[in-house]
């Protein structure tokens, strides 16, 4: 029932809507069932995606930590786990670079390899995923299509029904395959950096995420009113 309701939903074209008030992204949410039918491929992609965003901040991590170690007027490592990690005894010294800047450009080079594998897995899954219910979506609304009266047809222009098959479903792989990373990536790196600011000062990740208490319910009002006007 919720797939046949996306698919008529999209078999109408913007003429069906012109007296009806709607705001952006109310509907959305019927793309999910498209979604679920290949719940391994999105379950490997949001873990992907959110592993990329957690090795993206690793690099910035260790660079602040390598700052501190080399402090010149109190230098130390901030962390044991990363200074047991670039003090391994199997980091050589290397002419002028000793064992432990290499172990600190090890940790950064890791870090950025395991990003790469991570974002090209999730954009691997999600492009797939978004190519699959493209393809769904079609199916489902070509098929409501056919189902319509003669009269239907009448009073519609097939540019605009094509139009509605072709651009408008494409639309819908980008909310699968770019918004919804979007959003995961937006989530991940807001919790992981909320964490890493909560573990060094709970007073600073305090002042620093108060103003969300004012921003999100902003978002919200722009999104919802303002946007919608203008």
């Known amino acids: 029932m919720m797939t046949q309701a996306i698919a008529d939903g999209i078999a109408k074209d913007s003429s069906d809507k012109q007296d009806e008030s ?20 999105a379950l490997g992609g949001l873990l992907s995606n959110m592993g990329a965003r957690v090795f993206d901040l690793i690099p910035f991590i260790a660079i602040g930590m ?24 199997i980091l050589p010294s290397i002419g002028p670079i000793n064992s432990v800047e290499l172990g600190f450009g ?32 079609r199916m489902d609304a070509t098929r409501s299509l056919l189902s319509m009266e003669a009269s239907y047809f009448e009073t519609r222009q097939t540019g605009n029904l094509m139009s509605v098959l072709s651009a408008d479903v494409a639309q819908l ?21 909320f964490a890493i600011l909560f573990w060094m000062s709970p007073t600073l990740c305090a002042i620093l995420f108060t103003p969300f208490i004012l921003i999100v319910p902003m978002v919200i009002w722009f999104s919802t009113r303002v946007q919608r006007k203008y």
């Open 106 to 137: 090890a940790l950064i080079l890791i870090s950025f390899v395991v990003l790469a594998v991570f974002q090209g897995l999730s954009n691997q899954l999600w492009q797939s995923i978004a190519y699959m219910a493209q393809h769904d979506i």
């Open 66 to 89: 390598a700052a501190d170690y080399y402090n010149p007027d109190n230098p130390k490592f901030t962390d044991s786990r990363i200074e047991s990690f670039v003090t391994l005894d």
């Open 173 to 193: 792989e980008d909310v699968i395959s770019d918004s919804s990373t979007s959003i995961i990536r937006i989530f991940t790196t807001l919790i992981t950096a």
């Open 22 to 41: 709607q705001v952006i992204g109310r509907q959305i949410w019927r793309i999910i069932p498209y979604v679920t039918r290949y719940w391994q491929r």
